[in-house]
C-alpha cells in the first residue's frame, strides 16, 4: 500500500504544503518531521515531511527522491510552533521551517549559470552589468546564483542574467546544493597493549636516551591513562610533544591502534568551567518562590498545565539560584531544560554557573559558534545528551524530545526581538506558545520586566513571583575570590550562607550645573572624584555610554554639513583607532576629510561622544589606569566576550567601558562605582516605548555596583534630571515607574491598551518608495471600509531612520483590538509586517 505525505517545500514563495508518495526503498524510513529532497516541476527542493494523508488531494504525486537525516529534523512541538508562528506572524510556512534547521543542513535551490563564450555578441554591446557577469564567469568558470551575490554585491545581477540566458548567451541549471554540516570523525588513537607491558617494550621505541624514545614512551603512558580513545592533538597536548611520525612509528609496531570516530565540535571544550558548584541555603523569600516553583514542576509532571510564571526580582536578588534548582528538578523528573538570554555577551558567565552546577550536561548555541558546533549542539540535544541548553535567541528552536523547562533571562530585552531578517518574531511570544505545546514550566525573570507583558500577566492570573531583596549568596566563594585578590570586606550577617545587600545608592548630577560651573569636561566632579577613589582603593568601576565610537558625528561648522552614510543617511561616526567613519548600520567606512565636500572649508569637526572617546579621556585623566573597552568593535572575533570578561573578574583591569553589553546580568564583587556618563541617551527618541528602554538600561546597568561586601555606588549623568524614567531608576523604584508608564501609554494609545502592526516598506528608488506607500495606504484604507473595522491607520510616513543600506524605509502603523486580522490573507507584496514590534523607529 502506497504512503502519502504532505511536504513543506523549502521555497518561502510555496507556503502550502504539498502532496508526495514515499517509494518503497524509503518505506518505513520517513516519518512527520523527516528532512527530504523532493522533485517540485524542474528543480529539486529540500522539504520537510509534514504529516502523512490517507488521500492526496491530486490524482498523480511523484515520489519523495532521498532522506538527508535518518532521524526528523523538527519535533510534533516544533511543526506545531513553525504553524503558530506563520500564523501570528502572518509570514509563510517555510520561512518559519527555516528558523529551526541549524545552518549549513537547510539547503535552499539555486541556479547554475555557466558561460556560452562561442555565441557571445561583441562585449562593447553588452551592459555593464552583463560586462561583469561575463568576466566573472570567464575567470572563475560555472558558478551557483550565491556564489555571485558574494562578487557582484549590492546590485541585482539576475534581470540581466535572465537575458541573458533567453539569448542563449548563458546556460541555467537548477541544482540542490548539499548540506555543509556532517559528523566530523578523525583518527583516534587508543593502546593496543597491556599497560603493563609498556616498559618491556622500551628497546623497541628507539636508541637509548634519545628524545625520540622518551617522547613516544610518555606517548604511551599518556594513552595508558586514558579510558577511550583519544585524538592525535590531543594526545600532543597531554603528552607535552609528538608528531604524526611518531604515532606511525608505534602504529607499525603494534604498540597502539587507530580507529576512525566522530568528534564532537564542543565550544565549552575552551571555556574556562569553575569547580563543581553545591546549592547555597536559600533565603525566606527565595524558599517562598523556589516552593512554588517546584509546585508548578511537579504539576507539569502529572501532566497539569501551568500558566506562566514571571520572576520579578530585584538585581542582585538570587534569581539564578531558582533557575538553577528549577532545572535541577527538571532533570530529575527525566526532562530538558532551555535556559535564554538576550546577549551572547551574557551566555559566558550563564553557561559557567550551569555548567558548573552540571557538569558535562550543558550545551551552548548562539550565532558566534561555527557552523560544526551549532550541528552538533543540535544533534546531542535532539538525541537527549545535552537535558540543558544555555543560548541567545536561536537556542528557542532547538529540537528537545522531552522539554519540561523554559527559561527566559532578562525578558524584557528587545535582543530578542528579531526584525533584520524575516520572520520578524518575538521570542518571548514564541517561548510561551512552545512551554503551552509542549507542556512545560515557562520561567520570565527580570528585574525591571516589560510593561505591556507585565500587564497582560495581572489580567491573565500569571504567577508573578517577588524577590525584593538584593543578596550576597555563596559567602564562602565570594570570601575566597576576595582573598585572591588581596581584598578584605565584613561580610554581613545573613541566612545561612547568605547574606543581605542593600541595592548601591544613586547620585543623578545636572550637567547642565556642571557646564555652569565651568566644567566641560565629560566627567562630572563627583564622577571624577569616585573614580579616583575607586582606582585608590584597587577596586573596580564600569562607565556606561550606548554609543560607540570617538565622536558620534562629524560637521562643518562654515556651512553645516553634515557626513552621511551614502547608503543610509545616517551621521558617519569617527573612530580614532581606525582613523576612519564608520556607519554603524551598514558597515561603510571612509578616511576623514580635510575639508568639507559640500563648502571645501577646513572647519571640520568631530562632534559627540562615544566609547573611543571615554576610553581615551580615561587614559589621558588616569594613566595609571588599566582600562578595557567592551562593545561590539572589540568583540567581533570568536571568544572575545569570554576573554573580556575573564580579563576583568581576574582584575587585570581597573575600568570597565562599554555600552548596553555590560548592562545586563554580570557579576562582578570588585565593581563598586558604575559611571552612566550620559543617561538621557534614547529619551527622546519619537518611540512609545523610549522612556521604558532607558529606564530598563539605567536600572540594569545600576545593578552591576555593589554585588559584595564591598558595597558600591552609582553616578547618573544626565541634561534631563526630572524625567521619570531617570527619577525613578535612581531610587530603582520598579512600580513606581510601571504605574506612570501605564498611565501614558492608556492616554496616547498604544501597548498593552491596543495591538500594533507596523508594515514597512524597503526599496532603492526613492520615488518607487514613495509612491508604492501611498499605494499601499490607499488600499489599507479600502480594506478597512469595506470590512466596517475600527483599525486606525497612521500613514505612510517615511521611517525615523529613513534610509538603511541603500534603501528607502517608508512606513504604516496600524492599531486597535487585532490589525492582523485586516492583513490576514492580503496581497502585502514586497511589504514586511511586524506583529506587535516593540520599536516604531
Given at each position: 500500500m ?29 516519518q512527520?518531521?523527516s ?35 535518518p ?12 504553524e ?31 558561460l ?15 560586462r ?47 548540506p555543509?554540516v ?37 606517548l604511551?603512558?599518556?594513552l ?61 523569600e ?58 551572547i ?61 523554559i ?26 506558545m ?54 578584605t ?33 565629560i ?8 573614580l ?100 561590539a ?68 546597568v ?10 558600591g555606588?552609582?553616578i ?23 504605574e ?38 490607499n488600499q ?16 505612510p ?15 504604516i ?26 520599536s516604531?523607529?
Amino acid at each position: 500500500m502506497t504512503t502519502y505525505v504532505q511536504v513543506a517545500v523549502n521555497l518561502a514563495t510555496l507556503p502550502e504544503l504539498y502532496d508526495y508518495h514515499v517509494p518503497a526503498e524509503l518505506e518505513g524510513k520517513i516519518q512527520p518531521g523527516s528532512l527530504v529532497v523532493v522533485p517540485f516541476g524542474r528543480q529539486v527542493l529540500q522539504g520537510v515531511v509534514w504529516r502523512y494523508v490517507s488521500t492526496p488531494q491530486v490524482s498523480e504525486t511523484r515520489p519523495i527522491g532521498a532522506l538527508l537525516d535518518p532521524h526528523p529534523v523538527l519535533t510534533a512541538a516544533q511543526r506545531q510552533l513553525a504553524e503558530w508562528l506563520a500564523e501570528h506572524y502572518l509570514v509563510p510556512l517555510p520561512v518559519c521551517i527555516a528558523l529551526m534547521i541549524p545552518p549549513g543542513l537547510s539547503r535552499q535551490a539555486d541556479t547554475l549559470l555557466s558561460l556560452r563564450a562561442e555565441v557571445l555578441p561583441p562585449l562593447e554591446t553588452l551592459s555593464p552589468i552583463q560586462r561583469r557577469l561575463v568576466d566573472l564567469l570567464k575567470e572563475r568558470g560555472a558558478l551557483r546564483g550565491a556564489q555571485i551575490d558574494a562578487h557582484i554585491k549590492g546590485v541585482d545581477w539576475r534581470p540581466a542574467a535572465r537575458r541573458m540566458t533567453a539569448r542563449g548567451w548563458l546556460t541555467a541549471q537548477p541544482i540542490l546544493p548539499a548540506p555543509t554540516v556532517a559528523p566530523r570523525r578523525e583518527r583516534l588513537i587508543t593502546l593496543a597493549i597491556p599497560p603493563a607491558q609498556i616498559d618491556a617494550h622500551r628497546a623497541q621505541l628507539g636508541r637509548a636516551g634519545s628524545a625520540a624514545l622518551e617522547r613516544r614512551l610518555t606517548l604511551l603512558k599518556v594513552l595508558a591513562s586514558q579510558r577511550e580513545p583519544i585524538a592525535p592533538a590531543w594526545l600532543f597536548t597531554e603528552a607535552g610533544g609528538g608528531t604524526t611520525t611518531d604515532l606511525n612509528f608505534l602504529e607499525e609496531r603494534g604498540l597502539i591502534r587507530s580507529l576512525v570516530g566522530e568528534v564532537i565540535r564542543d565550544p565549552l571544550e575552551r571555556m574556562d568551567i569553575p569547580p563543581l558548584s553545591e546549592a547555597p541555603q536559600l533565603t525566606r523569600e527565595q524558599q517562598t518562590v523556589w516552593d512554588e516553583v517546584q509546585t508548578a514542576l511537579r504539576r507539569v509532571q502529572d501532566g497539569q498545565s501551568v500558566p506562566p510564571h514571571i520572576l520579578y526580582g530585584i538585581t542582585g536578588s538570587g534569581k539564578t539560584e531558582i533557575y538553577l534548582r528549577a532545572v535541577e528538578e527538571t532533570l530529575k523528573m527525566g526532562k530538558q531544560a532551555l535556559i535564554l538570554v538576550p546577549e551572547i555577551s551574557l551566555t559566558p558567565q550563564m553557561v559557567q554557573r550551569f555548567a558548573a552546577r552540571f557538569p558535562g550536561q550543558v550545551g551552548v548555541i548562539h550565532s558566534k559558534l561555527s557552523q560544526g558546533e551549532r550541528y552538533d549542539t543540535w544533534r546531542r540535544a535532539r538525541a537527549g545528551q545535552l537535558p540543558i541548553i544555555v543560548g541567545a535567541r536561536s537556542a528557542l528552536f532547538t529540537p528537545f524530545p522531552a522539554l519540561g523547562l523554559i527559561v527566559v533571562d532578562e525578558f524584557h530585552d528587545e535582543s530578542f526581538y528579531q526584525d533584520e531578517i524575516p520572520p520578524a518574531y518575538h521570542a518571548v511570544e514564541a517561548a510561551l506558545m512552545l512551554a503551552r505545546l509542549s507542556n512545560s514550566l515557562i520561567l520570565l525573570g527580570s528585574a525591571t520586566p516589560d510593561v505591556s507583558l507585565m500587564e497582560r500577566a495581572r489580567r491573565s492570573a500569571w504567577r508573578i513571583l517577588h524577590l525584593p531583596e538584593r543578596i550576597l549568596a555563596h559567602r564562602q566563594a565570594v570570601q575566597k575570590q576576595l582573598e585572591r585578590l588581596g581584598k578584605t570586606a565584613l561580610l554581613k550577617t545573613g541566612e545561612g550562607e547568605s547574606a543581605h545587600l542593600g541595592l548601591p545608592p544613586v547620585q543623578v548630577v545636572d550637567m547642565r550645573q556642571e557646564l555652569k560651573a565651568g566644567n566641560r569636561s565629560i566627567f562630572s566632579h563627583a564622577l571624577e572624584s569616585a573614580l579616583e577613589e575607586v582606582l585608590e582603593k584597587q577596586e573596580q568601576a564600569i562607565l556606561f555610554l550606548n554609543r560607540r565610537g570617538s565622536a558620534t558625528h562629524v560637521f562643518c561648522r562654515e556651512c553645516g554639513f553634515t557626513l552621511r552614510c551614502p547608503r543610509c543617511e545616517v551621521p558617519l561616526v569617527y573612530h580614532a583607532d581606525a582613523a576612519a567613519l564608520i556607519c554603524h548600520t551598514c558597515g561603510y567606512s571612509r578616511k576623514m576629510p580635510t575639508a568639507c565636500p559640500q563648502c571645501s572649508s577646513r572647519a571640520i569637526r568631530q562632534v559627540g561622544l562615544g566609547t573611543e572617546r571615554v576610553e581615551a579621556e580615561v587614559k589621558a585623566r588616569f594613566p595609571h589606569a588599566r582600562v578595557l573597552r567592551w562593545d561590539a568593535e572589540t568583540t567581533r572575533q570568536k571568544g572575545t566576550h569570554e576573554l573580556l570578561l575573564r580579563h576583568f573578574s581576574h582584575h587585570e583591569a581597573d575600568i570597565l567601558i562599554g555600552t548596553q553589553m555590560i548592562a545586563k546580568g554580570l557579576d562582578l564583587p570588585l565593581v563598586t562605582l558604575v559611571g552612566v556618563i550620559l543617561a538621557d541617551i534614547g529619551l527622546t527618541l519619537p518611540d512609545y516605548r523610549a522612556a521604558e528602554r532607558g529606564f530598563q538600561l539605567l536600572t540594569q546597568v545600576a545593578g552591576r555596583a555593589g554585588r559584595s561586601p564591598l558595597g558600591g555606588r552609582v553616578i547618573l549623568q544626565t541634561y534631563m534630571p526630572e524625567h521619570y524614567a531617570i527619577q525613578t531608576a535612581s531610587r530603582h523604584d520598579y512600580e513606581a515607574f510601571l504605574e506612570r508608564e501605564l498611565r501614558e501609554r492608556r492616554r496616547l494609545g498604544y501597548p498593552p491598551f491596543v495591538r500594533l502592526a507596523r508594515l514597512e516598506l524597503r526599496h532603492a528608488d526613492p520615488a518607487h518608495a514613495r509612491e508604492e506607500a501611498r499605494r499601499m495606504a490607499n488600499q489599507i484604507h479600502a480594506w478597512i471600509e469595506q470590512s466596517g473595522s475600527t483599525i486606525e491607520m497612521s500613514g505612510p510616513t517615511p521611517c525615523f531612520f529613513a534610509r538603511r543600506a541603500g534603501l528607502y524605509r517608508w512606513q504604516i502603523i496600524l492599531r486597535g483590538a487585532e490589525p492582523r486580522a485586516l492583513l490576514r490573507g492580503k496581497p502585502l507584496g514586497d511589504w514586511q509586517v511586524q506583529i506587535d514590534p516593540p520599536s516604531l523607529l
